[in-house]
């Protein structure tokens, strides 16, 4: 079983930044895909980025393209999302999530029904 915490969240200011992180533990996978998505009161959880665990192949949503930077600490078994420019619409809980794959593509990544672990949660609020 892969065990996922996520930590880093809180609240800031509009403009601010935080850097969400989602440490990685139990089992090691050889191959596997991590991404980050959201869901805001009343919202549908939603995606936010996806990367590769070899990190050769990112993904973001449009909305936050150029604000987020999705990477991971192999090393470290961690993966981040730093997240500038905050704006009120990015409240929302993150969660952080692994599929167990042999592959890459877009479509697989952004589909939250695509990955097998998901972690608790964190709250991003961001205040107008």
């Known amino acids: 079983q892969v065990q996922l915490a996520e930590s880093g969240g809180g609240l800031v200011q509009a403009g601010g930044s935080l850097r969400l992180s989602c440490a990685v533990s139990?089992?090691?996978?050889?191959?596997?895909?991590m991404g980050w998505f959201r869901q805001a009161p009343g919202k549908e959880r939603a995606f936010v980025a996806a990367i590769s665990w070899s990190g050769g192949d990112t993904d973001y949503a449009d909305s936050v393209n150029g604000r987020f930077t999705i990477s991971r600490d192999s090393a470290k078994n961690t993966m981040y999302l730093q997240m500038n420019s905050l704006e009120p619409e990015d409240t929302a809980v993150y969660y952080c999530a692994a599929a167990t794959t042999d592959f890459y593509y877009s479509g697989y990544a952004r589909s939250k029904e695509s990955y097998d672990y998901w972690g608790q949660g964190t709250q991003v609020t961001v205040s107008g």
């Open positions: 139990g089992r090691s996978f050889s191959t596997y895909i």
